[in-house]
């Protein structure tokens, strides 16, 4: 349960060479987007674009394998 309000979540799967990301509408748990990118700096930022252009409103990233 989010105790914030939320338009979208983000949900990262974390591999070594490449992440794979799933878009989710908050409000109807909606699957809108997968992609998966490379694991480097250019990734990550091609993250960040598709978030801001597919997900215009208050986003939550839940990144899975954060601690290795």
Known sequence: M???PT???LGVDT???RHTFAL???GS?????EYALPACRSGY???LRLARRE????RLWAVEG???
């Open 29 to 33: 748990g909606a699957l809108l987007a």
């Open 2 to 4: 989010l105790t914030e």
């Open 7 to 9: 338009d979208y979540v």
């Open 24 to 26: 989710v509408d908050a």
């Open 55 to 58: 997900a215009p409103g208050l």
């Open 45 to 47: 930022r091609q993250a």
């Open 15 to 17: 591999h070594t060479d």
């Open 66 to 68: 954060t601690g290795s």
